[in-house]
Antibody, heavy 116, light 113 residues
Framework: EVQMVESGGGLVKPGGSLRLSCTAS????????MTWVRQAPGKGLEWVAR??????????EYAAPVKGRFLISRDDSKNTLYLQMDGLKPEDTALYYC???????WGQGTLVTVSS | DVVMTQSPFSLSVTLGQAASISCRSS???????????FYWFQQRPGQSPRRLIY???NRDSGVPDRFSGSGSGTDFTLMISRVEAEDVGTYYC??????????FGQGTKLEIK
């Protein structure tokens, strides 16, 4: 059974930092290109960042609104994806999901709230 | 960035009737490798999204066969042949051919009449 479990969300002040984690199981995580997608309250889905598999170079790409502030990384030994978020802004408030086009399943997401 | 435009914004369907959602991209989604990286997702109220269709027309495991995807180039359609109560939710299209970024449509909300 495929599972993706996100964690690390919470309430943070503008300018603060958070590190999200996503632990995956039930598929070949090492070979998967992993993605973070977010959903602001009552809004649609927004792609945030992607990291390729190590065998594909492990390179990363970011959406324009988060480039230079967020860092996506992975630890294949732990089947875990990360998102380091610095310089958080109120507009980063959202439910953050990890996902991959390799499998159809998504996790429950982790809520990030940026507010003073 | 590739813009994905869904229509309609919302639709109200009688149980057992068919429903169709359109998604149009601002440029062709045919990748240089010959594949078309176009997907459909369903998000039921209060739940996480789940993928229904991958690469235009391939149904994911466990997805009822009343769901079908079609299209090519810049025009794509999700068809639900006989709507059931469990189909209520919001449907999103997404392209992963031209990146960054992957881009989503704005969503189509399906309700039962």
């Amino acid at each position: 059974e495929v599972q993706m479990v996100e964690s690390g969300g919470g309430l943070v002040k503008p300018g603060g930092s958070l590190r999200l984690s996503c632990t995956a199981s039930g598929f070949n995580f090492n070979a998967a290109w992993m993605t973070w997608v977010r959903q602001a309250p009552g809004k649609g889905l927004e792609w945030v960042a992607r990291i390729r598999s190590k065998t594909s170079g492990g390179t990363t790409e970011y959406a324009a609104p988060v480039k230079g502030r967020f860092l996506i990384s992975r630890d294949d030994s732990k089947n875990t994806l990360y998102l380091q978020m610095d310089g958080l802004k109120p507009e980063d408030t959202a439910l953050y999901y990890c996902t991959t086009t390799t499998v159809p399943d998504w996790g429950q997401g982790t809520l990030v709230t940026v507010s003073s | 960035d590739v813009v994905m435009t869904q229509s309609p914004f919302s639709l109200s369907v009688t149980l057992g009737q068919a429903a169709s959602i359109s998604c149009r991209s601002s440029q062709s989604l045919v990748h240089s490798d010959g594949n078309t990286y176009f997907y459909w997702f369903q998000q039921r109220p209060g739940q996480s999204p789940r993928r229904l269709i991958y690469r235009v027309s391939n149904r994911d495991s466990g997805v009822p066969d009343r769901f079908s995807g079609s299209g090519s180039g810049t025009d794509f359609t999700l068809m639900i042949s006989r709507v059931e109560a469990e189909d209520v939710g919001t449907y999103y299209c997404m392209q992963a051919t031209h990146w960054p970024p992957y881009t989503f449509g704005q969503g189509t909300k399906l309700e039962i009449k």
